[in-house]
């Protein structure tokens, strides 16, 4: 079975551009987190959602924004990019949306380098 | 502060040791506790959930101690293949099922 997908898995950007980073969860998880790893630094929440419906959010601002398709896909979308947002973006998918939910399982990330 | 704290090491030990790692968090309301494993430029997977009574899978052992606010992870006759980030991480209540990592621990197990 496929686990979760990632792509692109590495792109350059340049500031101020936009960039889409795309998300599969594994077969039958409804629920998509999405985090933000800086080199040397752990991961950092950024959104969940589940069953389309964003469910929780982090201390990201406006220039982060994502959705939930109703595969279960998801899409995060960086806007007005700046060098401090070069880093692995992580996506997480889970049976369910609360503690309860059992393991997150991790993708590969896609690593995004602001230039 | 940070909500979860941990020593970025990096601990260098040979193979065969036991190491221990200790990390706090700030959240005393956190319901849920785990360790995660991170290979380098590699997506972080679980290593095991932490619970009250302590838990041991293998080599590992996990301890949460409630009252102090710290979480343990010791690992017993270290291998080559251990070498890896350890990230403490606890589950926040109410959050759905978003984490939050510690910055993660290095180890490098040595011939």
């Known amino acids: 079975d496929a686990g979760v997908t990632q792509s692109p898995t590495h792109l350059i950007k340049t500031r101020g551009q936009h960039v889409t980073l795309r998300c599969s969860p594994i077969?039958?998880?409804?629920?998509v987190s999405w985090y933000q790893q800086v080199l040397g630094q752990g991961p950092q929440f950024i959104f969940q959602?589940?069953?389309?419906?964003?469910?929780g959010r982090g201390n990201f601002p406006d220039r982060f924004s994502a959705r939930q398709f109703p595969n279960y896909s998801s899409e995060l979308n960086v806007n007005a990019l700046l060098l401090g947002d070069s880093a692995l973006y992580l996506c997480?998918?889970?049976?369910?949306?609360?503690?309860?939910?059992?393991?997150?399982?991790f993708g590969e990330g896609s690593r995004l380098t602001v230039l | 502060r940070k909500e979860v704290e941990q020593d970025p090491g990096p601990f260098n030990v040979p193979e065969g040791a036991t190491v221990a790692f200790n990390c706090t968090y700030s959240?005393?309301?956190?319901?849920?506790f785990f360790w995660y494993r991170q290979d380098c430029r590699k997506e972080p997977k679980l290593l095991m959930s932490?619970?009250?009574s302590g838990n041991e899978d293998g080599r590992f052992t996990a301890q949460l101690n409630r009252a102090s606010q710290y979480i343990s992870l010791l690992i017993r006759d270290s291998k080559l293949s251990d070498s890896a980030t350890y990230l403490c991480?606890?589950?926040?209540?109410?959050?759905?099922?978003?984490?939050?990592f510690g910055t993660g621990t290095q180890l490098k197990v040595e011939l």
């Open positions: 997480a998918s889970s049976l369910g949306a609360g503690q309860g939910a059992g393991e997150l399982f």
């Open positions: 077969s039958g998880h409804k629920s």
């Open positions: 959602y589940y069953e389309k419906e964003e469910r």
């Open positions: 959240n005393s309301a956190s319901q849920s």
């Open positions: 932490v619970y009250s």
């Open positions: 991480v606890q589950g926040v209540t109410g959050g759905g099922n978003k984490l939050t």
